[in-house]
T-cell receptor, first 114, second 110 residues
Framework: NAGVTQTPKFRVLKTGQSMTLLCAQD?????MYWYRQDPGMGLRLIHY???????AKGEVPDGYNVSRLKKQNFLLGLESAAPSQTSVYFC?????????????FGQGTRLTVV | KNEVEQSPQNLTAQEGEFITINCSYS?????LHWLQQHPGGGIVSLFM?????KKHGRLIATINIQEKHSSLHITASHPRDSAVYIC????????????WGAGTKLIIKP
């Protein structure tokens, strides 16, 4: 099994450009999450999904949109990239909410906005 | 004050040493997670604890719910253990929210 796969792994954007990050999981997990990781800080939740067709805001949702049209895919969009969105982005999935089971993470996407 | 605090922030040790990383939290939790992040970024879940102690190979994780404290121990440390170790807690009153520590960067020298 591939587990959780993120594409792309690296990207450089100019301010104002848009892009979509793709997260795909092959474990039939209901729950999927997008995080960002910045130096010296813990991971921060951007958006999450509790099932196909549903999304919800996390701690830092501004400037991002998400969609979960298929159960296995969770897309993170940046409509107009800003330098403050330079970060490493992680997708994760789990079969249940984090209370009772462990999460599986992708390898991360390193995004630089110049 | 952060709701999840890890110590130390950085730790350098010699191969073979016994390693302890600490995690303290200030909220009610339903579970605590220890994760490992290697250079290059991938994050791997090591343990999920709600009470007591768990062991996997040379790794041991303990939790004291009353003291709101957890420790991750590595016995007979090896350079391949060099990574960032992250503590995260599932808040009891939230279905989705994980609160993350900032991580402990561990370097094991040969």
């Amino acid at each position: 099994n591939a587990g959780v796969t993120q594409t792309p792994k690296f990207r450089v954007l100019k301010t104002g450009q848009s892009m979509t990050l793709l997260c795909a999981q092959d474990m039939n997990h209901e729950y999927m999450y997008w995080y960002r990781q910045d130096p010296g800080m813990g991971l921060r939740l951007i958006h999450y999904s509790v099932g196909e067709g549903t999304t919800a805001k996390g701690e830092v949702p501004d400037g991002y949109n998400v969609s979960r049209l298929k159960k296995q895919n969770f897309l993170l969009g940046l409509e107009s990239a800003a330098p403050s969105q330079t970060s490493v982005y992680f997708c994760a999935s789990s079969s249940l909410f984090y209370k009772v089971t462990e999460a599986f993470f992708g390898q991360g996407t390193r995004l630089t906005v110049v | 004050k952060n709701e999840v605090e890890q110590s130390p922030q950085n730790l350098t040790a010699q191969e073979g040493e016994f390693i302890t990383i600490n995690c303290s939290y200030s909220v009610g939790i339903s579970a605590l997670h220890w994760l490992q992040q290697h250079p290059g970024g991938g994050i791997v879940s090591l343990f999920m604890l709600s009470s007591g102690k768990k062991k996997h190979g040379r790794l041991i994780a303990t939790i004291n719910i009353q003291e709101k404290h957890s420790s991750l121990h590595i016995t007979a440390s090896h350079p391949r253990d060099s990574a960032v170790y992250i503590c995260a807690v599932s808040k009891r009153d939230s279905n989705y929210q994980l609160i993350w520590g900032a991580g402990t960067k561990l370097i094991i020298k040969p």
